[in-house]
């Protein structure tokens, strides 16, 4: 491979255009990583209320690793910048999520660790990053299951004490 940064340069300017869709100001930053002696994110975003500094990783579908410097680089960049630090995680075949670092796996040596299930479970995924959606659980849609006037109308229905038009109008 001509340049081992290719695939991870295309995801980022991915990102950057589908931020720029969304509507947030975007600029890749042009001299992230190893590029300068200046530790800088991946892509800064914001949509005029809120302010990003991200760092992008991508993998075919092994689990993306952070350095423990590259995470504290951020930290500090995003503090002094006013921004929110973000990690944006993208496997092959899926879309873009997103994560504060505070959420990560710690590796036992000080580095971080996304795999793709737990992206797919716990990330933010873009449309809820640019404010499309809002993701919402299942612990919060919770199961109540039905009130208990329409259990005993159903019942009432049931043994034939209403017919089916009657259960229906009490059910509207």
Do not use: C
């Not at 340049?3 to 990102?15: M, P, Q, T």
């Not at 300068?36 to 760092?55: M, Q």
């Not at 259990?151 to 017919?163: K, N």
């Amino acid at each position: 491979m001509a340049n081992s940064n290719a695939k991870g340069d295309r995801r980022e300017r991915e990102l950057v255009n589908a931020l720029d869709g969304a509507g947030f100001a975007v600029m890749r930053a042009p001299a992230s990583g190893s590029a300068t002696e200046r530790e800088l994110p991946d892509v800064l975003s914001g949509d005029g209320e809120t302010f990003y500094a991200i760092e992008a990783k991508s993998s075919a579908g092994d689990p993306i690793y952070l350095t423990g410097e590259e995470v504290e680089a951020l930290l500090f960049f995003a503090r002094n910048f006013g921004a929110k630090p973000r990690i944006g995680v993208r496997f092959d075949r899926e879309d873009w999520y997103f994560f504060h670092p505070a959420d990560l796996h710690t590796t036992d040596g000080g580095n971080y660790r996304v795999k793709k299930e737990k992206a797919l479970s716990d990330g933010t995924d873009f449309d809820e990053f640019v404010g499309n959606s809002e993701k919402v659980t299942l612990d919060e849609v919770g199961d109540d299951g039905p009130d208990q006037s329409v259990l005993d109308v159903l019942s009432a229905f049931e043994r034939g004490d209403l017919d089916r038009e009657e259960a229906a109008a009490m059910l509207e």
